[in-house]
């Protein structure tokens, strides 16, 4: 036997170190919690993207990107998205969304696919609001694998402090902070 090497013993001592050090850096974040409840109707209405992480449906957007949400008479929300393109042009893309569970829920699913297209689970993608102004003046809205984030506002702009604030909540929930992009006006 060698003396100089490691004995399981000491294996097992330094697992065991490691083990009470805590979580390594790369294990997963705690599952994401929403806001208690949302009144549906009060987030009616134009919300401007201040900041969001980065993604392909959204790649020709340049500016003044906006979402109005608004309520039909049947109960269901139409969703209306707006951004300027490079060359100065709206794009638009009109969707629905709708709520999973009760009637205050911060849970919904969004779709941008064609109505008939409704019954595929596929089309349609997870919108839950993490976290929400009491005066419903901004809104953080993510999902359960943390791949998708938008910052929103009633104004084109936030003040920065909240702005700040923000970005020390959404560090705390495991964002990754380098992937936020800021949205131009």
Avoid: H
């Avoid at 104004?155 to 964002?175: H, R, V």
Wanted: aromatic share 12%; glycine share 6%; with cysteine.
């Amino acid at each position: 036997m060698n003396p100089e090497a490691p004995t399981p013993r000491l294996w097992l001592a330094l697992a065991c170190a490691l083990c009470l050090l805590g979580p390594p850096a790369w294990a997963e974040p705690a599952p994401l919690k929403t806001v208690a409840a949302v009144d549906v109707p009060r987030y009616m209405g134009t919300w401007y993207e201040i900041a969001k992480y980065p993604n392909r449906f959204q790649s020709g957007c340049v500016s003044s990107t906006q979402a109005t949400y608004t309520l039909q008479a049947d109960g269901r929300v139409q969703v209306l998205n707006r951004c300027k393109t490079d060359k100065g042009q709206w794009r638009e893309a009109l969707g629905a969304a709708r709520q999973i569970g009760g009637p205050t829920s911060p849970q919904l699913q969004v779709r941008f696919a064609p109505e008939w297209l409704s019954f595929i689970p596929l089309v349609w993608g997870d919108y839950w609001i993490i976290d929400l102004d009491p005066d419903y003046q901004w809104v953080v809205v993510s999902e359960p694998r943390r791949e998708y984030l938008w910052i929103l506002s009633r104004s084109p702009q936030l003040p920065a402090p909240t702005y700040q604030a923000l970005l020390g909540k959404l560090d705390g929930l495991g964002f990754d902070l380098k992937r936020i992009e800021a949205s131009r006006p």
